[in-house]
């Protein structure tokens, strides 16, 4: 049975930074694709990072380009968003997904990632 389970969200001021991450179990990330999506009160999901299995990144949402980063650490099978400067408009749940495709170089498209974990909760305010 292949897993994933968030962590590391919580409260944070603005230009504050958070470390999120998504740890798998039942795959190893070595070998797939790892997304990160968000999805704040009442919008649409939003796409924000993927990295393909071969740790490079594939994909970013413009309005975070600068600000995160996505990084995969395979010996524990691991994936991570670190956010740093985050704004209000960065509120939201974030969730970690996996292409469940061996070797995939990774989408910005949520429907290419069968896998998710339950998400976590970033809120910056002050």
């Known amino acids: 049975q292949v897993r994933l389970e968030e962590s590391g969200g919580g409260l944070v001021q603005p230009g504050g930074s958070l470390r999120l991450s998504c740890a798998a179990s039942?795959?190893?990330?070595?070998?797939?694709?790892v997304a990160w999506v968000r999805q704040a009160p009442g919008k649409e999901r939003e796409f924000v990072a993927a990295?393909?299995?071969?740790?490079?990144?594939?994909y970013w949402l413009d309005s975070v380009k600068g600000r995160f980063t996505i990084s995969k650490d395979n010996d524990k099978n691991t994936a991570y968003l670190q956010m740093n400067n985050l704004n209000a408009m960065d509120t939201a749940v974030y969730y970690c997904?996996?292409?469940?495709?061996?070797?995939?170089?990774?989408?910005?498209?949520?429907?290419?990632?069968?896998?998710w974990g339950p998400g976590t909760q970033v809120t910056v305010s002050s």
């Open positions: 997904a996996l292409n469940t495709r061996r070797f995939s170089s990774g989408t910005g498209n949520s429907d290419d990632y069968e896998i």
């Open positions: 039942g795959r190893s990330v070595s070998q797939h694709a």
């Open positions: 990295i393909s299995w071969a740790g490079r990144s594939a």
